[in-house]
């Protein structure tokens, strides 16, 4: 959506130096933007090619300002100006109100009328479908679901059954939501299948990227509060609660009826293990699991960094050694 | 499903204490159950619960009885008892036969009078689907698959072709049954694609939760045997084969060949590497990997849980200079 | 397709030793074949079911020929001669051209005349879908996308926005191509989406497994090159590269805008960090995750296998004292 740098300037309350009738259409990296682009530095190590961008407009922090070849717009975190002036240049698509033809909607469903239920899309029985939601093509959303304002499911995504998500949720594609979780008892016979009969509640503002799966509770809830974020190909097992505000990043695996705080970061391939609790801002780094009740904010890691093989088989022989080597430094300290 | 106390007790030979009369129509914990529910105590952390509760019935064990302030139904291992009795109270959702009119059935397919075959289910040429069977929404079942009594697919499953899968099974949406292995030969132009042509051959009551990929048999076939459970997200690779009720938690990976013994359970974001035997009943605990033949059963673990960053640091340096130490360890030695 | 052995090796230039006249229609490993069977001796560790084999032909090493019971084909590499026969033998599945009626196509999209669109398969506004390229059922095609010819996509698959795939792509079930990357922007009110409007470039003769998300790019591209392999339930982030001819086996994960260069191999479950580059001809072996620049081509390794558990306490238990036994030695060698 074209728009003028003065207008965005004043939208956003930044400071502009230069002609703020030039108009942005796109954005793109210093080095790619052509005269249409809006782009930002935020990383120093980009700094070099501040000098020959041909963007419209750089946002960039105001001790860089007088090194900008071109228009600039001042703030002091350039990355999240971008992201909020981003969003207003790049909207999502937006889509005329309807049902497909190829859409099959229940009977009993409700669905607003300013929704968009796109082709080969499936809403279940007594599902409630907001305003302006976007259900993608593909996707099937089960009984007993209610989906917030402004939500949008990308495409082929699940909701099994009485899942229930807040205001602009953004769900992307092969996610399955409120799917059974892993119950089991034992008998001499094999396992017993132990229903999973709880929901999935999901609040404002959470996005959750493509391939996660986020299960029903057991007996009560599985929860994801207000403003998490959940990257692809994460799993979240029954009973689990995340925090507001929590980011997981790809790979993180939540297990069973853990409760995470709020404001927490996983890195990713990162985890927990089940039944434990982890309070408010604590980052768990890159690879690492956590295996009990943290109560400390901080930051948690657990991962060796790859090595050349043969170091890493030295390594590895020596760890195992480790025991011996203690004994033979307490005979030496015994003398 | 309504059912009284006394037709569960009799059912599955327990002891009632209480009015026989009283009947539940739901589950719920200690601590959220009302008049209608049935709920069980069998962590003792949960004890303290008990007294408050406002459930109809609670299962517990004969010593906990007489604490109970509700009726109570006694079993030596109330989880389990719970397991089977809920399963009488919350039975799967029940579905009228039939082939919904946005399904597309190949017309050499065969499906049973009793199956449902949900919206924009696709089933392919020669598969055969069986009695009671449950084809969920968005469900594709490719050609010459076996489909047994009593399955279900809950939604956007994929059968890829030449799966074969016996009574009960129950797979959760984005499951991928099938697809083919990864066999690729070197040649100093790229690699070459080893064509993939086995099949899928999977027991009875096998569950296998969502978005897990169980790929089909490089020649022969990959086998997942009678009453394995398989967790969300995870990865059995071709000619893998699974033993009867052996347990996979979430996001375990399984490399190619690998062959697992029956009762081993595999703790999540475990697994095994390719070509190796594990022997029946074994545990991998969470995050181990086993990286050769294991013959004796037993626990088997391997991952380092996450601490504070700071110490983890400080451990990874000292766990490279191990060989240093040692070396120091030996000079003093000498002397 | 049936297939004489005389043409067989004239095709690839092999020598034969038996009736040419022999006919193959299938393949099948040394134990299972029967007399329509191609199979091969490769690994010596199945010499032994080499002489009761009763397949039509075994492709081996010339030393092995004259173990053989049946006919031969020699070559020096049999595994890779056995991958490019059996594609002769066992090619896969044609497919008639044409748009089956369940399926939805947007009128500003072009589908080539010889192409199979499956059903309930959906191709958005703008797309481009070449020659004899297979649509499966329930793949979703978004806007903007250029599909090389002969490309295949399995079933259930999505394609986001604005991806384009050369010629002769494999993609299997459950893959998503092209969703939105990890972007967030902190502020005190939570994360704020950085909108994602890359790409994903993919190249030739690229094949991606089950259940793998690949994101678009943030600002500029993804980028797949020619002859890529990857495996099931990968995660590769946005702005990441993958050099031509690396492969990636089960569940790796590839961090936000890191380089991979050319015929790498990452080992099931292993993975890179981001913002890191990694050179030409880098093995990362299973589990391990490469966390900075990796410049020496070679392997790289990182994980610790599992141990029976009580071997494993102990050891951690020791690592962690690794500290204070370096201060008792140090204690020792100053005396």
Chains 1, 2, 3 share one sequence.
């Not at 020959?52 to 946002?59: C, E, F, G, L, Y």
Request: charged fraction near 15%; aromatic fraction near 4%; include cysteine.
């Amino acid at each position: 959506m074209p728009i003028s740098l003065g207008e965005l300037a004043t939208r956003f309350g930044c400071e502009l130096i230069g002609d703020p009738d030039i108009e942005v259409s796109g954005v793109a990296s210093l080095s790619n933007a052509d005269s249409d682009s809006l782009t930002f530095l935020s990383n120093a190590a980009f700094k070099e090619q501040l000098s020959s961008t041909k963007a419209a407009v750089v946002i960039l922090r105001p001790a860089d300002a007088s090194d900008s070849p071109v228009a600039a717009i001042l703030h002091d975190d350039p990355y999240l100006c971008y992201a909020r002036m981003a969003a207003v240049v790049c909207p999502p698509p937006a889509y005329a109100p309807g049902i497909h033809s190829s859409a099959v909607v229940d009977p009993t469903a409700t669905v607003a009328a300013s929704a968009h239920v796109a082709p080969n899309a499936v809403v279940g029985e007594h599902s409630v479908i907001g305003e302006n939601v976007y259900v993608g093509p593909g996707t099937v959303v089960g009984p007993d679901c209610v989906v917030g304002d402004d939500c949008r499911f990308i495409a082929n995504v699940t909701l099994v059954r009485a899942v229930s998500i807040g205001l602009r949720g953004l769900i992307h594609p092969g996610v399955v939501l409120g799917s059974d979780g892993f119950g089991n008892a034992m008998t001499p016979e094999g396992w017993i299948k132990v229903p999973q009969v709880g929901g999935l509640v999901i609040g404002d503002d959470v996005e959750i990227g493509t391939n996660t799966a986020v299960d029903c509770g057991a007996i009560g809830d599985t929860v994801i509060e207000d403003g998490v974020r959940i990257d692809n190909i994460c799993h979240i097992a029954h009973n689990v609660r995340i925090g507001a505000h929590s980011a997981l990043a790809g790979m993180v695996g939540i297990a069973g009826s853990t409760t995470i705080g709020k404001r927490c970061v996983f890195g990713g391939t990162s985890g927990a293990t089940g039944h434990i609790t982890i309070c408010d801002d604590v980052v768990i780094l890159g690879g690492a699991v956590a295996t009990k009740n943290i109560t400390k904010p901080g930051a948690y890691s657990g991962m060796f960094p790859a090595e050349p093989a043969k170091n890493w088989a030295k390594n590895v022989a020596r760890f195992r050694r480790i025991d011996a080597l203690t004994a033979r430094v307490k005979k030496l300290e015994e003398k």
